[in-house]
């Protein structure tokens, strides 16, 4: 997994790719946690994310906690098919606001 962190205007993208699971949903977590002295609202870029588990997605719900515990938000920007089932199964998309594209994101927070 790599993650990448930009700030457009006033909100942090967080671009995960290549596989997120239980190896390495702290790593997630962790360097989430660091960005947060930026900025409190986030859009998650999934676009080059591969595989996603079940604890790799309580890694996102846990940015999220993070972030709202700051008065923020986090926003799901290019989830693809595998992944897009995980949250389709846990009925995830119904806490998380997802967008086709990060500029769409963007405007939204």
Request: glycine share 6%; net charge neutral.
């Amino acid at each position: 997994m790599e993650i990448g962190f930009v700030k457009k205007e006033s909100v942090g993208v967080i671009s995960v790719s290549g596989r997120l699971d239980a190896s390495n949903a702290e790593e997630l977590k962790d360097k989430f946690r660091s960005h947060l002295r930026k900025t409190h609202n986030f859009v998650m870029d999934l676009s080059k994310l591969e595989f996603l588990d079940s604890t790799g997605l309580g890694a996102i719900v846990a940015c999220l906690k993070y972030s709202s515990e700051k008065n923020g938000d986090v926003v799901i920007a290019n989830l693809q098919s595998k992944p897009r089932m995980v949250f389709e199964i846990t009925r995830a998309y119904k806490i998380f606001d997802v967008f086709d594209d990060v500029n769409t994101a963007i405007k939204a927070l």
